[in-house]
């Protein structure tokens, strides 16, 4: 079975970097993307980014671009999430997620909506 086990979290400095990683194991194929979700206090769960395994191409949400960068090990079937210039408003838990894809390269949505597999989830704590 699919396992996502987020690492990296904690609390941060307000202005600092965190890299968030995400180890995925239990795929039978090799074509799968994996993404990031966060879910602040009180609000609703919120798709960050995904990678594609079959091209490595990355896909960002709107409020994601600029900050976050997602990256690809695929030697060790990880995921990394870098948050640049924390904010207050970044904290909350943070999900690594992953889905199956086709073999041909496609559009991948980072929407929460479209991931099957879920990790517990990382704190990530920003003060100011």
């Known amino acids: 079975q699919v396992q996502l086990v987020e690492s990296g979290g904690g609390l941060v400095q307000a202005g600092s970097s965190l890299r968030l990683a995400c180890e995925a194991s239990?795929?039978?194929?090799?074509?799968?993307?994996i993404g990031w979700a966060r879910q602040a206090p009180g609000k609703e769960r919120e798709g960050l980014a995904v990678?594609?395994?079959?091209?490595?191409?990355?896909y960002y949400s709107d409020s994601a671009r600029g900050r976050f960068t997602i990256s690809f090990d695929a030697s060790k079937r990880t995921v990394f999430l870098q948050i640049d210039n924390l904010q207050a408003d970044d904290t909350a838990v943070y999900y690594c997620?992953?889905?199956?894809?086709?073999?041909?390269?496609?559009?991948?949505?980072?929407?929460?909506?479209?991931?099957?597999?879920w990790g517990r989830g990382a704190q990530v704590t920003v003060s100011s």
């Open positions: 990678i594609s395994s079959v091209d490595g191409d990355a």
């Open positions: 997620a992953g889905r199956y894809l086709p073999s041909t390269p496609v559009y991948v949505s980072p929407d929460v909506r479209f991931y099957d597999y």
């Open positions: 239990g795929f039978v194929s090799e074509f799968y993307g």
